[in-house]
């Protein structure tokens, strides 16, 4: 008899938010899977559980899921669960999952708490859909790439960053959509939560003014385009039409990039960027 695997979510901060259905999963598994088994056994003692721990973060889950996979076949409970929040978000039970549909094995999913969704109802954005990114890159050439390819998208965007990063990203995001208003969540669910929203070069300001370093985990939210930036947002065909002409007449990139500065109302980074990735 085939026995389960089930993705159980577990708390972002505050501990009270953990499920019923939760409990009892983790109640029922022959084993647990876990990020770090530092955090998931203050987890269960908490709640009065004492199981067997399995260390599987994104370093061997690729080699651990054959044989956890095997052994629910062979009629074992298997619990995974993230260090916070709803697997398989920005983490490495989406393999394990991937796998398991690969070989004919169902999954059961106890929802929970989502950073993504906490952030994104804190935020206050008002739109039809949102983007979740991920972590955003490290390097900035990649920031500016992602952003460009997302500027036209009629959504709120969601990123996850360090805060230690979360300063460079906001500069980058501003110099991206200097008009958008941004939201910074982090504590999420716990004492000092914090959400603070406003225009993205005020809100690096704010960021870069404080004395202390930002702490916790720290959820970037770029609000949908304005009326007036999606109206704006057609010209940018215009730009690269009129950037080509140029490029193609034999003025030096540079020139192009200060001529278009003077024909078209738009930041002088966005034309920089997009004059010198086109391949002419």
């Not at 996979?69 to 916070?84: H, K, N, P, Q, Y």
Request: with cysteine.
């Amino acid at each position: 008899m085939q026995g389960k695997l089930i993705m159980v979510s577990t708390p972002i901060g505050n501990l009270e938010d953990i499920s019923e259905r939760a409990v009892k999963a983790f109640e029922a598994a022959d084993t647990v899977v876990v990020e770090d088994t530092r955090v998931t056994t203050k987890l269960l003692g908490s709640l009065g559980i004492t199981k067997h721990l399995m260390r599987c973060d994104e370093n061997v889950i690729a080699r651990l899921t054959p044989m956890l996979l095997d052994r629910i076949e062979s009629g074992e409970t298997i619990v995974f669960c993230s260090d916070a929040g709803t697997p398989c978000v920005s983490d490495p039970g989406a393999y394990l999952v991937d796998s398991a549909h690969d070989r004919g094995i169902s999954v059961e999913v106890v929802p929970g708490a989502s950073a993504v969704l906490t952030a994104y109802v804190a935020s206050g954005f008002i739109s039809n859909s949102f983007y979740f990114g991920g972590f955003l890159p490290r390097k900035l050439g990649e920031k500016n790439k992602l952003f460009d390819s997302l500027r036209g998208l009629d959504s709120v965007l969601v990123f996850y960053e360090s805060p230690n990063r979360t300063l460079a990203s906001l500069k980058v995001i501003a110099d991206a959509f200097p008009t958008r208003e941004v939201a910074l969540a982090r504590e999420l669910t716990k004492l000092h939560e914090e959400v603070v929203r406003m225009n993205s070069r005020d809100l690096v300001k704010e960021v870069a003014g404080r004395e202390n370093r930002l702490k916790g985990e720290v959820v970037l939210l770029i609000g949908p385009p304005s009326d007036e930036e999606t109206a704006a947002s057609t010209s940018w065909d215009d730009i690269r039409a009129r950037a080509a002409e140029l490029l193609r007449g034999g003025m030096a990139r540079s020139a192009v990039v200060k001529q278009l500065t003077v024909e078209f109302d738009a930041p002088r980074n966005a034309l920089y960027r997009v004059v010198h990735r086109m391949k002419i």
